[in-house]
C-alpha cells in the first residue's frame, strides 16, 4: 500500500503534533515536579536551620549549667525541706527571741502545694518589734509570700498617750517555696 503524498503529509503531521504535544506535556510534568522539589528543599533547609540553631542554643544551656551547677545548687536550696521544715521553722524562733516577740508557728497542710508550704503564724510583741520581726522574715534567703496579713492592737486600757507600748498580734499566712 502505497499512500500518496498528502495522506503521508497527513500521516507525518499528526505523528509531530502528537510528538509535539507529548512533550510538551513531558515538560509541563518535569517542571511541576521541580517547582515541587524546589519548595520542599526550601522548607527542608528551613527546618534544618531551624534545628541547628536549637541545637546551638541547647549545647549553649548545657555548657552554662554545667558552669554555674555551684549556683544552681544554692538556689535550690533557698526553698524548705519539704520532709524536714525544721531548719526554717528554728530560724524564725531564733528571730522571734532576737526581737522579743512571742511566736506560733502552724503548718497549714490544706494549702500547702506539691511545690510550696503554707505557715500559719502568730506574733505578738510591741508594734516595733512586730515590725522587725516581719522584715526579718521577709528577708530571709527562702523564697517567702505572705498569703494573709492582719495587725491587731491589743486594748490594755491605758491612756492614748502610750499607745507605742501597746502589745501588738500579728496574724500572717506565709508561702514558702518548697526544694524541687
Known sequence: MRFSSAKRLIITSGIYTLTIGALGFGFWFISSNVQDYQTNLGQTVTKISSIETDFQRISKITDLLKTRSADIVRLQQLGVDRKRPLQFIETIEKIGHLTNTKIALSV???????????????????????????????????????DSLSFQRADTGTSQGSKSILPTRLVLTMKVKTQQ
Open 108 to 146: 497549714t497542710d490544706a494549702k500547702s502545694t506539691s511545690d510550696s508550704l503554707f505557715f500559719g503564724a502568730t506574733i505578738e510583741g510591741s508594734q516595733q518589734d512586730v515590725r522587725t520581726m516581719l522584715a526579718l522574715i521577709l528577708s530571709l534567703p527562702y523564697q517567702i509570700s505572705m
